[in-house]
């Protein structure tokens, strides 16, 4: 079919100038909306991307990828912890205290989840040591009964490193004064910032603080567990859980990312399923603009194709002079695409950046969403994905009209050429 005389001519009929400039229109249309397509689709690819990596490094570095929680706290649970370590898919081990708090400070409160952490053992099952922007993780040992607050909650509160907040735990503690609620001054040691969820919802004190606050003796009430690869979460999780159950011989309950924020992720992955069909879609439409292109160009021609079946050019060489114009304005149409859709996606963080502070308008809220900035990351697989599509696409609109044009009779056209 590809002989060097249809490639010679498809060449030179897709440089050749038109008599019919609208085939000419029809052809730069298709051209720019292929390009227009892939571009669109690498940009948008990439910014489900970075979705996807924000939210595994940020939320899912942050929360425990599984939770082993006991019905009381144990004293117990160290030859545990170093037991699961052996196991080559867990990264990391950490016991965990937690409970509910209201805090107080300068006439405000805010609702915290309380967790108690061992903070030397804590960069083993969380990013957050690494998030610190007031203070030092580390310095939860420093002093008895210190707090790291999350930066929305300390915003929220009026307070900085160093100020003093009320720690309100609901249970009720009875007196001769009647029933009052426990109260407990902290210190606060530090903030962190990772994203808005965590940073209005967490606080953290030392392991032995919280179990001196919720009266838990010098026990432990759960285990945190890092894998090293996050989806193995939710099968590992059931099986090591049922492993600790049976050592201890007393059920435990368990719990994995999945049940937490797995919404959110298989969110993010349905949101890059539909939107990359949607655009696909799009790329489909472009290309076979090249059909409309083809058909009229067959028309047009269709004296030159008689008198080249003539002289002995068979149908398929037919064929293959259309297939190569028409894939010649695909490659070219994604080739662009590709050129203009790599420098937009590895740099639109910077350029919303910009047209932020130039338009004053932001597109995430830092108040509501987890990422203040518009993330994004290149994938090449993707880049790859999208320009074999692109191609095939255009490949796939050029063989009705070229079988179209390797149908036509001789015969017929010449004698109504005279």
């Known amino acids: 079919m590809f002989n060097p005389l249809s490639v010679c001519i498809g060449l030179r009929y897709t440089r050749a100038k038109r008599r019919n400039h609208f085939i000419s229109f029809i052809s730069a249309v298709s051209m720019a909306g292929l390009t227009l397509g892939v571009a669109v689709l690498i940009l948008v690819l990439s910014v489900l991307n ?62 915290v989840a309380v967790l108690g952490v061992n903070p030397e053992q804590e960069s083993q099952v969380s990013i957050l040591p690494g998030f610190m922007t007031q203070g030092n993780f580390i310095d939860l040992n420093q002093r ?8 929305g909650v300390a915003a929220n509160l009026g307070v900085i490193s160093g100020d003093q907040v009320t720690l309100l735990i609901p249970e009720a503690t009875l007196s001769l004064a009647g029933v009052t609620p426990r109260l407990r001054r902290l210190v606060v040691a530090g903030i962190f910032e990772v994203g808005a969820q965590l940073d209005n ?12 606050l919720f009266r ?11 894998f090293e690869n996050l989806f193995d979460a939710p099968q590992l999780t059931r099986q090591i859980a049922q492993e600790v159950s049976t050592s201890l011989g007393l059920p435990i309950r368990y719990q994995d990312w999945t049940r937490t924020q797995g ?37 047009d021609k269709r ?8 002289i002995g050019l068979s149908p398929s060489g037919v064929m293959g002079v259309f297939i190569v114009q028409g894939t010649l304005v695909g490659f070219a149409g994604t080739i662009f695409g590709v050129i203009l859709g790599i420098p937009l996606a590895l740099s639109i963080t910077e350029i919303l950046a910009f047209l932020e502070s130039v338009f004053g308008f932001y597109l995430f809220n830092p108040s509501a969403y987890f990422i203040s900035d518009l ?12 320009t074999t599509l692109s191609i095939g696409l255009s490949v796939l609109a050029t063989l009705y009209p070229a079988l179209k044009a390797s149908r036509i009779i001789p015969a017929e056209v010449l004698n109504y050429e005279r």
Not at 73 to 81: G, K, M, N, Q
Not at 216 to 226: F, H, I, K, P, T
Not at 266 to 295: P, R
Not at 375 to 385: I, K, Y
Request: no cysteine; hydrophobic share 50%; glycine share 8%.
């Open 50 to 111: 970075g979705f996807d990596r924000e939210l595994r490094t940020r939320i899912l570095g942050t929360v425990p990828h599984a939770l082993l929680e006991f019905g009381s706290a144990r004293t117990d649970l160290a030859p545990i912890a170093e037991q699961l370590l052996i196991n080559p898919s867990i990264i990391g081990v950490a016991p965990l205290n937690q409970g509910e708090g209201l805090l107080i400070a300068n006439g405000r409160t805010a609702s």
């Open 144 to 151: 008895q009964f210190s707090i790291i607050l999350g930066s």
């Open 201 to 212: 919802q967490l606080a953290f004190v030392e392991l032995y603080d919280a179990s001196r």
């Open 216 to 226: 838990l003796g010098d026990g432990v009430s759960a285990l945190r567990l890092q």
């Open 263 to 299: 919404n959110l992720f298989e969110a993010i992955q349905l949101e890059k399923t539909m939107i990359a069909l949607l655009l696909t879609l799009i790329i489909a439409v472009a290309a076979f603009n090249i059909v409309s292109t083809l058909i009229m160009v067959v028309t």
């Open 303 to 310: 004296a030159d194709i008689a008198i080249l079946k003539t």
């Open 375 to 386: 993330p994004s990351e290149l994938r090449w697989s993707d880049v790859g994905l999208v």
